[in-house]
């Protein structure tokens, strides 16, 4: 099984959802900053994140591309995931409005709370209330038609959903912690700017380490959940 993967940085790619989409059976075929017709076929497709946003995607031809793609995906309920930019781009496509959050700029690691709802998905059921996940966005979207809210932090309610077969995260399951140091460091200059203590968000680390087979597993579960609704 195909499960194509969208990624628009070098280093943004599927991280810890790579092997758990293999284990689950799927080849994964990258695309970076490119969309094929196929792939409006393929059996599951991922985007990944990036710094531009949906709504400058006249200045980034492949969002538009990738927007067509999803919606038409969408309309056909084939499985789609959406990591960040990608789950933003998931979220458009549905028909919300994406647009810089008014609450700031969320990175580092911090807690996100799984609604009731999210506790009752095939993915999510069984994980504690709150789970250390990495968190690196501006931008968020107004909720999602149709789809289920799955998980929210103090800073921003629209944090993950599911809709149809197709799931979208706003932060960052895949990362590790040693990956998202990287990200720390690669990002330093920007996240000055932004006045963030880069210092203090690495010091944060541990505790994504610590969450790390727990969030691996959950990303076998949603591999496996996607896998299983194709066969």
């Known amino acids: 099984m195909r499960a194509v993967v969208f990624e628009h940085e070098e280093h943004e790619g599927p991280g810890l959802l790579g092997p758990a ?3 689950a059976g799927f080849t994964l075929v990258r695309r970076f900053r490119t969309v094929k017709r196929e792939d409006v076929d393929a059996p599951l497709v991922v985007v990944m994140g990036g710094p531009m946003g949906v709504y400058e995607a006249d200045a980034h031809p492949f969002l538009n591309e990738e927007l067509a793609l999803l919606g038409e995906r969408l309309a056909n309920d084939r499985a789609c995931v959406g ?3 990608g789950a933003q781009l998931l979220a458009a496509a ?3 409005t994406v647009s810089p959050g008014k609450n700031g700029f969320e990175v580092g690691v911090g807690p996100v709370r799984w609604t009731q709802d999210a506790l009752k998905d095939p993915v999510m059921a069984g994980v504690k209330p709150r789970t250390a996940v990495a968190h690196w966005h501006g931008d968020t ?8 809210l799955l998980a929210s932090t103090d800073r921003y309610t629209q944090q993950a959903f599911r809709l149809g077969r197709s ?3 706003q932060f960052h399951l895949e990362l590790t912690a040693q990956e998202l140091g990287r990200w720390l460091e690669l990002g330093e200059e920007d996240l000055v700017t932004r006045g963030k203590d880069v210092a203090a968000l690495k010091a944060q680390l541990p505790k994504l380490k610590a969450a ?4 691996t597993e959950l990303l076998h579960r949603l591999a496996h959940q996607l896998a299983k609704g194709l066969r």
Request: hydrophobic residues 40%; contains cysteine.
């Open 167 to 169: 799931y979208g995260f």
């Open 94 to 96: 549905a028909g919300a």
């Open 212 to 215: 790390e087979a727990e969030n």
């Open 21 to 23: 989409l293999e284990a």
């Open 141 to 148: 979207y107004t909720p999602v038609p149709g789809a289920t």
């Open 83 to 85: 990591v960040c930019l």
